[in-house]
């Protein structure tokens, strides 16, 4: 399965990007003057999942920092649940039916 990436630009400057293989997100990052302000992070999530839906999967997944980090409160809003056993002790699982 080929690796996916979209960017975000603001006049021509790239201000984020999503990455993401077959259902699972592999990376998503803001540039920090364009953190919190419930845009951009939100924009490139809409992007990675419509796709991932057109290719029919019926489920979305990402492994983030646990521990109530940002980057967990903004998939909880998204509608992402947290799922029960880790890999790792710093991160868990986070699933969105699509
Ligand atoms: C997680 C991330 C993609 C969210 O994108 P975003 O566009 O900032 O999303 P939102 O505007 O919805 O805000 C997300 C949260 O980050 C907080 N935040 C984190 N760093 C921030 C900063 N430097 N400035 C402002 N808010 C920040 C916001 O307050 C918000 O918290 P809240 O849910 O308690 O209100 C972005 O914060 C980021 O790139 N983080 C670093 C990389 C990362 O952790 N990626 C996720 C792993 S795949």
Do not use: C, N
Request: cysteine-free; overall charge negative.
């Amino acid at each position: 399965m080929e690796y996916e990436v979209r960017v975000a630009e603001v006049d021509g400057e790239v201000v984020g990007f999503v990455g993401w293989r077959g259902s699972r997100i592999l990376a998503l990052y803001v540039a920090e003057a364009w953190r919190g302000r419930r845009e951009v992070g939100t924009a490139l999530l809409a992007e990675a999942e419509s796709a991932i839906r057109r290719k029919d999967f019926k489920e979305i997944r990402v492994m983030v920092d646990a521990d109530a980090s940002p980057a967990q409160r903004f998939y909880l809003r998204h509608d992402y649940e947290p799922q029960q056993g880790r890999d790792h002790e710093d991160f868990v699982w986070m699933t969105k039916r699509l």
